[in-house]
Nanobody, 128 residues
Framework: QLQLVESGGGLVQPGGTLRLSCAASGFTLTNYVIGWFRQVPGKEREGVSCISKSGFAANYADAVKGRFTISRDNAKNTVYLQMNSLKPEDTAVYYC?????????????????????WGQGTQVTVSS
């Protein structure tokens, strides 16, 4: 059974840091573009960051550029999202998603290519 499992969410004060992890089971992530998305109740899900299969290319939403960093460890079958300088507006449920056989991280993050697999999400709350 193919699964993506997110972890690392929680409550953090503004300016704090969190690192989210997305672990795959039942398949290897090597041939997949992986993305992090987030959703707030009442709003559409938005792409936060997506990373290429090799890990050498990535793109970020304007709202998180310079604060978030996506990375992957194919040996551990895991993708990470390092989130620094968190703001209250970063509060959301964060999902990781995967899509094979594509090369464009930007297309997936912008919603022009739909991921095939989604995790269950992890809540991130930024509040004092």
């Amino acid at each position: 059974q193919l699964q993506l499992v997110e972890s690392g969410g929680g409550l953090v004060q503004p300016g704090g840091t969190l690192r989210l992890s997305c672990a795959a089971s039942g398949f290897t992530l090597t041939n997949y573009v992986i993305g992090w998305f987030r959703q707030v109740p009442g709003k559409e899900r938005e792409g936060v960051s997506c990373i290429s299969k090799s890990g050498f290319a990535a793109n970020y939403a304007d709202a998180v550029k310079g604060r978030f960093t996506i990375s992957r460890d194919n040996a551990k079958n895991t993708v990470y999202l390092q989130m620094n300088s968190l703001k209250p507006e970063d509060t959301a449920v964060y999902y990781c998603a995967a899509r094979p056989l594509i090369t464009s991280t930007q297309a997936m993050c912008e919603g022009r290519i739909a991921p095939d697999y989604w995790g269950q999400g992890t809540q991130v709350t930024v509040s004092s």
